[in-house]
C-alpha cells in the first residue's frame, strides 16, 4: 500500500520551532520530489515548501523563507520539514505529498500521492 505518513507537528509557543517528518511506505521517494502544503481553517491549501528528488532544488512561501528549511534523506525515504520561528499564522494542518515527475513546484496538482497531515499549532 502506498503511504505518506506525517508525523512532529503539536502545540508549540511563538518563536519556537518543530520539525516534521513525511515517511514513505509501499513506495521509494528517491526519484519524485517531496511538497509540504499547509491548510488553515476557512483557508485554501497553499504550498509551503518543496524539494527535488536529489535535494538540488527547492522553493519556498515568500512567508516562511528564512525560517522553514526542507530536506531529505533518501536512505531513509523520509523528507523533513524544519520550521523556526513559528508564529500564530503558521498554524494549520500540514500535508506532504509526492509528485513522481520529480517537478519541484508549488502547484497542488501536480502532486500524485498525499498524506493525511498533522496539526500545528503556534499560540501562547
Known amino acids: 500500500q502506498l503511504q505518506l505518513v506525517e508525523s512532529g507537528g503539536g502545540l508549540v509557543q511563538p518563536g519556537g520551532s518543530l520539525r516534521l517528518s513525511c515517511a514513505a511506505s509501499?513506495?521509494?521517494?528517491?526519484?519524485?520530489?517531496v511538497g509540504w502544503f499547509r491548510q488553515a481553517p476557512g483557508k485554501e491549501r497553499e504550498g509551503v515548501s518543496c524539494i527535488s528528488s536529489s535535494g538540488g532544488r527547492t522553493k519556498y512561501l515568500d512567508s516562511v523563507k528564512g525560517r522553514f528549511t526542507i530536506s531529505r534523506d533518501n536512505a531513509k525515504n523520509t523528507v523533513y520539514l524544519q520550521m523556526n520561528s513559528l508564529k500564530p499564522e503558521d498554524t494549520a494542518v500540514y500535508y506532504c505529498?509526492?509528485?513522481?515527475?520529480?517537478?519541484?513546484?508549488?502547484?497542488?496538482?501536480?502532486?500524485?500521492?498525499w498524506g493525511q497531515g498533522t496539526q500545528v499549532t503556534v499560540s501562547s
Open positions: 505529498a509526492a509528485d513522481s515527475a520529480d517537478r519541484a513546484t508549488l502547484i497542488i496538482f501536480e502532486y500524485d500521492y
Open positions: 509501499g513506495f521509494t521517494l528517491d526519484y519524485a520530489a
